[in-house]
């Protein structure tokens, strides 16, 4: 667990590299522009990737006592 | 005096009575003045964190980029959502040294992490050029917002003028805890005036946020991808790569982390905040919904779609209540900004000339600082004339140098000294100022570059750059440095990397 950190590197990914393939506009995706909707779910995800390294991370299993 | 300014002033009048409040009972001294004595928990690092996401810039920039760009403005939740991702990694690090060795303020870190007092005084210089602008956005925003909500019957130079005194007030009784008791009752209002206006403007008009967009795409399509050159993809990339970098080392943000009482503090404000961000949307949807109703606005007229819009659609006390939300989304900010400025050249410059100056002397120092550094931005708003957005970007290209410094002295080997540091540094700020006071591109010395390359951020070469001159310049002068510290110091020196693995085991 101790190389769970990387998994920041996913949003870096999503939100960046990945976006020159969701610079369109249709389809609309819960109202959304697509393009829009990339970031959004980028948001979210990143949200979700971070809980998930928080429940891993052993840095916070210190001091916890 | 109307109804709507009647609000403004009622809030302005709270705000100043919750800073002032703020202190009562507590002993201030430089730490509790600065960050609070490093005990904010969650709930306030988190308010004073999204401070710095939910200001002027939103409000007005936010909406008014959607206005003028188009999805172009999507940079922002972009660079801020990556920013806290980083953060969770790389804050509690700056934390854990911090809070070891008494740090207040941003250059006493690099003073401390490279052992060298000049890049405390680089740092401290950089760091208040780059936070004059932003002062500066705050205090201009805050005029424009209250001018127009008023309908005009305050000008915006006068309701600059006014929210500065107010901010200088509280900040000067007190500094860090005057922001945070500001911030709740800012955050409240924001959240209720950013949604509701989100969503009541896209249904009125249109009967939903998907027909909203629709029309846009009718009318005006190429507002809602990137462009395929100027604010393009290759901009979009090295634009929210650069500030996702620079988001912490503002001086301001920078300074909010070293206020939390602990490191889960700071991690789980990682997670939430990007959260928090999505109610950008909101200021977005206005922007969008202007292009179609108001059309017309040019340039930094722009900046004005969410109050035109809003003044067009509701009654005065509706109106009163924006602007009053508008105030403080400038206020709470601008007193953050203000107080790390000060503190960051009271410590990264004051205690170098004066090492033995008392706490109190200090304390003064940082507060005549304050009024210096509210005149200045002050003018500036006054008599400035460049859009918003435009300012913020140059902000970051600065204040971004300092991030090889920052995340090389995490690393496990000193592969930067400070030579290479200070180094990187003045070349690449010297090449942000040069292109941005001649107006050049790449394309002025490369004519034939494609428009990909020629797009990048100013300040992501300039970073390049300074990556490269750091490291050069570091093992050049290794030999150098080996030699001064067999001098000085016996021992050998301890990289933050040391003492971060020191702390762990303890």
Redesign the interface.
Known sequence: MKYI?LL?II??IG??LC??LA???EP?VF???F??FW??L???L??V???I??KF?P??K?GEA | MNTSLIIIFAFAILALYLGIRSTRGKDINMDEFAVGNKGFGTMFVFLLIAGEVYTTFTFLGGSGWAYTNGSAAFYVPAYICLAYVLSYWLIPKVWRYSKKHNIISQPSYFASAFKSTSLGVIAAILGTVALVPYIMIQLKGLGIIVSEASYGAISPALASTIGAIIVTIYVIISGIHGSAWTAVLKDIMILLVIIFLGLYIPYHYFGGVQPLFEAVQSSAPEKLTIASSGLSISWFVSTVLLNALGFYLLPNSFTVALTASSEKALRKNAITLPLYTLLLLFAFFIGFAAIIQIPGLQGSEGDLSLLRLSIQTFDPWIIGVVGAAGLLTALVPASVMLTSASIGLTTGVYKVVKPNSTDRQQLLVSKILIIFIVMISLYFAINGSDALALLNILSYALITQLAPALLFSFAKKPLLNKYGAIAGIIVAVTFVFYMQITGSKIATFFPNVPSVINDISTGMIALIMNFIIAIVVSIATNGLIKETEDEQLPTTGHSVADELAVTKED
Request: negative net charge.
């Open positions: 950190k920041l949003p870096f939100m960046i976006l020159p610079n369109r506009i609309y109202g959304l522009p393009l829009l970031i959004v980028w948001m979210i990143s949200s990737i971070m809980t390294i928080y991370d840095d916070n210190e």
